[in-house]
Structure formats: structure tokens, C-alpha cells
């Protein structure tokens, strides 16, 4: 394998034949920092799908130094992340409809302006808006406080700027995009963990895949977890939509998901005084452990499903936020490692995972945006199929009490 330098983008060739080209934006460990920063299917002179990469940095309020990177492709999907706010997607579009959500949060907000410790744990919310943000990896889930520790909400992944980001491009058609962006989550005494995220695109495709590497880096074992919090609303979300997936079993997350048990599957229109209600959900997988999750729009010609690997993320939550518009409506499709309740509650019912020195834990989750009646059908048929004739069991009762 050989590496060229031609006009900002390593070549890197093997046999004399160019492969990919590849850019680093940002380097924490050599200083190196692109800033806004673009390129073209047009100005690399690459045939087929037209797209085009574009990194910009905000100003402005709290947005101020945060960085958003977006593909647009001309017959697909524009699919735009934030290299500050931990690679995590900040929203999905294509065909006239899109893959996120409105949050009262409209800013793209730097983690430097965040305190996650405020509002007895949930300054993550201050800058909650994305489209599928990263829940983890030293924890997940709910805060708790104990033993002097503050387990903030949902983690610190989706506040960490990345240390490095690559854009990568196939010089083979199809063309294949590739984002990846190195997140650190390095204490003193505490962890060493370090995760590459990789977003995978090709251009004029309905679908892109999220596949992400957590290694530890420490000489010691570590605990870890990982929810993929990914959000949808309007047009898909409305009176009557429907989520899907096969499942073992259902259960309420408290008492009050408990008053909607009966319909927990089915999505009212934006209602006022709405609590959140969560479901722990068990999916039914495949013989390789393949499984997927989507919700449907009322009349079935509209939707977003996730499929996952239940050797990685064996458990899945379904969050259900129909409140107002304004306030937040919105549903969550949640595979992860284990449920939203706090560390504490986690790790004593043994949903807390492992990793030793040295090891390294893949994910990988391919998300579809479903543009038409036919796409939803192949959907429900392969719900259907994995479902088969067992009906998921259902518990009304918590598996646990916060």
C-alpha cells in the first residue's frame, strides 16, 4: 500500500491503483484542524451518483465553534453530524421527509457550554435535539447519585468533541462515503476507553449503516454500556402510526408507562401534558442474531426502520413522546445493551456489560428511511416472519423502581 498527497486528500493506493482518498479534518495529536472544509463527486471528477461533503463551523449563542458535517446526495439522503457533539447524527432527509425531530433545543449546542451535573443530572438535556445520539459508554440511563459520583443522564459520548475526524471517499464506483471520528472517554484512575464511530454512505442510497469500535485502552477491566437513543417525528409520527419489530417480550419501564400498556405499540396525535412512556422491549432475532425495529405512519406508505445485531445490542427500548409539537413529539427506537434505568439499577440486575484490556466491541446498525408502501412491506413482512406465531409476552409489571 502506498500514500500520496494531492490537493488536501491522502490517496492511498495499492498495486499502483488509487482506492480511496482520504481527508483529516481534525487531529487533536498533530493540531491539525480544517475548519470549514468541502468537496464534490464534481471537483474529484467521479462518475455515477452526485453528491457533495461539507463541514461548516456555527457562531453564534451556544451553537458558537460547534462543527456540522453533511453529505448531501442528489437521489438519496442528506445526512448531517456533529463532529463537537460526539459524532452523533443530527438529523436525516430525503424524498421529501425526514429522519429526527423538532426539540426545543434549536441549536446545535457545544458541549463547552453545558454542565451535565445541572438539574440534578439532566444537563444533557440542554442539548438534546439529534437525531440518534450516542447514550454512554462509562454509563447510560438515568442519573443516580452514589458514593459521591454523579451518573449524569445518558452519559458523557454524546457531549465529547471528537479527537480526530476522517472523511473518506472509494475511488471505485459506488463510491462508498465513509465519516469516522475517534471519541475519547480518558480519566485519571477512572477509564480508558476510546470509541471509533464510522458513518458509511453510498451515494443515491435510501439506507447508510453506523459501525462503531469501543476499545479499552486500560490495563484493567472496565464496565460499559451503549444505548443508540435515534429519533423520529413528523411525517412519520402521527395519529394512528405504528411501531414494529419482533419481539420477545413487553414491559412497562414505571407505573405510569403501565396506563398504556394496552395500545403501547400505537401513537396518539401531539397531546398536551403528555408524560414520557417508555417500554423494555426483548427482540426476536434471526439465526445470526439480525433483527430490526421501525415505525410506520398511519397509512402504511412512510417510515424509518433500524436493523441491529442482537449479539451486540441485545436489548431495545421504544420511547414514546407524544407531546406538542412545540414541546417535543417524538418516539425513540433504542437498541442498546441494556434499559434507561440508572447504573445502579443496571449493574444489579446484570445488564451491565464488560471489557477487558486491550478488547475491542463492535456495533453495527444499518438505519432505512422507508419511502414509499413498498418499502414499508418488505419491512412488515420481515417483522412478520421473524416474529412468526409466538406472540411477545407481555409483563405488566416493572422490572424495576427507580
Known sequence: MKKSVIAGAVLLTISGQTMAQNWVLTDAESGTEQGNWQTSSKALKLSGESFSIEQKI??????????????????????????????????????????????????VVNPAYINLESRNGLGWLEGFNEMMVRCGYEWTGHPVTKDGVIYTLHGKAGNTPASKV???????????????????????????LETWTELRYVPGADAFTIHDVLTNRADYPHDYQIIYHSNF???ILEKNARFIAPLKSVSPFNDYAKKGLNDWNVYAAPTKDFDEMV??????????????????????????????????????????NTDTLKQGYVTGIEPGTNYAYPVTIEKEQGRVKQI?????????????????????QKVEQRVKQLQGDEKPAVDEKPIAVE
Do not use: C
Not at 293 to 298: C, G, L
Not at 360 to 376: G, Q
Open 356 to 376: 477487558q484490556p486491550g478488547e475491542s466491541k463492535a456495533f453495527t446498525l444499518t438505519y432505512t428511511l422507508l419511502k414509499d408502501a413498498s418499502a414499508v
Open 166 to 192: 476522517e472523511v473518506s471517499i472509494d475511488d471505485k464506483a459506488p463510491h462508498e462515503i465513509r465519516i469516522r471520528g475517534l471519541l475519547k472517554e480518558n480519566t485519571f484512575k477512572k477509564a480508558n
Open 279 to 320: 417500554f423494555n422491549l426483548v427482540p426476536k432475532a434471526d439465526e445470526n442474531g439480525k433483527t430490526l425495529a421501525a415505525v410506520i405512519n398511519s397509512k402504511s406508505d412512510k417510515g424509518a426502520s433500524i436493523e441491529f445485531d442482537t449479539h451486540q445490542l441485545p436489548l431495545l427500548t421504544m420511547w414514546k
Open 58 to 107: 456555527l457562531h453564534g449563542g451556544k451553537q458558537e465553534g460547534s462543527k456540522v458535517l453533511t453529505i448531501v446526495s442528489q437521489n438519496g439522503l442528506t445526512i448531517a453530524l456533529s463532529p463537537t457533539r460526539g459524532m452523533d447524527l443530527l438529523h436525516v432527509s430525503g424524498h421529501g421527509m425526514r429522519l429526527g425531530w423538532d426539540s426545543p433545543v434549536n441549536e
Open 233 to 235: 417525528s413528523t411525517p
